[in-house]
């Protein structure tokens, strides 16, 4: 099997998986990343561009180097390197999840259930739910889809 059919299969199963399984409740990857980047920041930080740069290098130079250990490791087996494609892919795909947190919003301003859609908007955004009203609260999740469309789905399959 050709390396482009290998990316081909394991990018497809990895969606495949984003759609049945959407994103893990607890020990998700991305989050476990992360948390690794924090924990270089505290021990790194200082207020310099230098040591900027030398937490972007060790943070994804780490998860390069990571990779690139996996990818050697499952090389000689075909079936392997779907896997690891799809684990990858299904890992940073966040389309379901993110279609799961506007449809929960909907349906709480659908109900008329302002403070509940409130709630459950930092699942989805970064802004102040509390100074929203229900038609700032659905601009605010278009938004947020539209944009983590962007991120979450189209750019983790092309990059």
């Known amino acids: 099997m050709r390396a482009d059919r290998v ?3 394991g990018a497809a199963a990895g969606l495949l998986g984003d759609l049945l399984l959407g994103d893990p409740r607890r020990g998700h990857p991305v989050a476990a990343f ?3 980047a924090g924990a270089v920041e505290r021990v790194l930080w200082r207020d310099h561009r230098g040591w900027g740069a030398l937490h972007t290098a060790v943070c994804a130079g780490g998860a ?3 990779g690139a250990v996996a990818a ?3 090389r000689p087996s075909r079936v392997a390197s779907v896997g690891l494609t799809a684990a990858a892919t299904w890992a940073v795909v ?3 999840s993110l279609g799961r947190e506007a449809r929960a919003i909907g349906r709480f301003l659908d109900a008329g259930d302002v403070e509940g859609a409130r709630a459950r908007l930092p699942h989805l955004c970064g802004r102040d739910p509390q100074a929203l009203d229900p038609d700032g609260i659905a601009r605010a999740v278009v938004e947020s889809v539209a944009e983590n469309t962007s991120d979450a789905v189209v750019g983790a399959l092309v990059w």
């Open 7 to 9: 990316f081909a299969y």
């Open 34 to 36: 992360g948390r690794a």
């Open 64 to 66: 390069v180097a990571l």
């Open 72 to 74: 050697a490791a499952v």
């Open 94 to 96: 966040g389309g379901t």
